[in-house]
C-alpha cells in the first residue's frame, strides 16, 4: 500500500444511484393503493333535489356632484350644503346601504369634494367612490 498513488477504484462515480428513487415510488404506489379503495367506501346517501334563486338585492347608487363653482346636486337635484349632511343620514339609514357615487368636476377645488367626503362619513355612509370618466 503505497501512498499518494491513485488506483483504478478510486474513479469518480458519475451515475445517478436509481435505487432510492425506485423504492420510494414503490412505497408511494403501495400507500395510493391501499388509500384509494378506502376513500371510496362511503356512506351511500340519496340526497333531496332543491333548487333555489339566490336573492340578488342590489343597493341603488346615491349620485353626488361637485360642480365647477363648488354647489352640490344630489341624483341631479340642487342642493343646499345644509341639507347635505341630512339628506345623507336618510340615504345612509336604509337597508341595504346605497353606495355613494361622488362625481368631483376637475375644475372644481379639491376642498369642495373633501368636504363632501368628510360629510358624508359623519352621515354613516359606508361605501364612497369617485367616478371619473375613462381617457
Do not use: C, W
Not at 469518480?12 to 444511484?17: F, G, L, S, T
Not at 395510493?32 to 333535489?49: E, G
Not at 341624483?75 to 341595504?96: D, R, S, W
Not at 379639491?110 to 358624508?120: C, D, I, L, N, P
Request: hydrophobic share 45%.
Amino acid at each position: 500500500m503505497a501512498f499518494g498513488t491513485q488506483d483504478d477504484t478510486d474513479e469518480v462515480m458519475n451515475e445517478i444511484n436509481m435505487t432510492p428513487l425506485v423504492d420510494v415510488m414503490l412505497v408511494l404506489l403501495i400507500i395510493f393503493i391501499i388509500t384509494v379503495p378506502v376513500m371510496k367506501h362511503s356512506v351511500n346517501v340519496d340526497l333531496p333535489r332543491a333548487s333555489n334563486q339566490p336573492e340578488l338585492i342590489k343597493p341603488e347608487t346615491v349620485r353626488l356632484s361637485v360642480a365647477a363653482d363648488g354647489a352640490y346636486f344630489l341624483n341631479g337635484a340642487p342642493i343646499e350644503e345644509e341639507q347635505l349632511e341630512a339628506l345623507l343620514k336618510t340615504e345612509a339609514a336604509k337597508e341595504p346601504q346605497p353606495d355613494l357615487h361622488i362625481r368631483g368636476d376637475k375644475a372644481v377645488r379639491y376642498e369642495r369634494v373633501a368636504q363632501a367626503m368628510a360629510t358624508a362619513q359623519r352621515a354613516g355612509v359606508r361605501k364612497i367612490g369617485f367616478v371619473t370618466d375613462p381617457q
